[in-house]
């Protein structure tokens, strides 16, 4: 699954140029202010869809190097309005999973999310599927959006993508904790 959905942290949080996928990921949102926050966002089953062996070469550095390693990672999230608090992958039955916690001064500086008419609201893509979710899922002609409160203390979902590459290779072989 391809994660070109929540386009800015979690595809530049653990899915770096669009050649790395997850199976599923969780987001957890404790709202401390009206627009104010922390977030706690879970990949399950990170791999590559890379072909080449250079591009896989690359995913691994992205992933292991920059994203979880790097001081360069959480001062670029700094300036998207994202301050990293902690970040780590974990090997589970065979599978790479990931977290990374960040809190953020603006809800809609968080993966889409829009504030307006007294509602918080994230638009997905129409091929992924919305697992479990505390916000109410409406459809439309073209997408598909959750709707919370504007007032809500927690926002949480859970979704699988529509989009699966046709390859993956396996990163946990690579991952050296």
């Not at 699954?1 to 942290?9: F, G, H, N, R, V």
């Not at 709202?31 to 926050?37: C, D, H, Q, T, V």
């Not at 670029?76 to 589970?92: A, H, N, P, Y």
């Not at 504007?150 to 690579?174: C, H, M, N």
Request: with cysteine; net charge neutral.
């Amino acid at each position: 699954m391809k994660y070109i959905l929540l386009i800015s942290t979690l595809f530049s949080l653990f899915l770096f140029q669009g050649c790395l996928i997850v199976h599923k990921v969780s987001y957890k949102i404790s709202m401390n202010s009206a627009r104010k926050g922390t977030v706690t966002v879970s990949f399950s089953d990170i791999r590559s869809d890379a072909i080449g062996n250079k591009e896989f070469a690359e995913d691994r550095a992205n992933l292991f190097d920059y994203m979880l390693k790097s001081t360069d990672f959480p001062a670029s999230m700094k300036m998207e309005g994202k301050i990293i608090k902690d970040r780590k992958l974990t090997v589970t039955d065979g599978k790479l999973n990931g977290q990374a916690i960040y809190d953020f001064n603006d809800i809609e500086k968080v993966e889409g999310f829009r504030l307006q008419d007294g509602f918080c609201y994230l638009t997905l893509q129409t091929e992924d599927s919305v697992l479990t979710t505390n916000g109410e899922v409406l459809r439309g002609d073209g997408y598909k959006r959750i709707m919370w409160s504007g007032d809500a203390k927690k926002i949480e979902f859970e979704i699988l993508s529509g989009q699966t590459a046709e390859q993956t290779r396996d990163l946990v072989p690579y991952y050296r904790p």
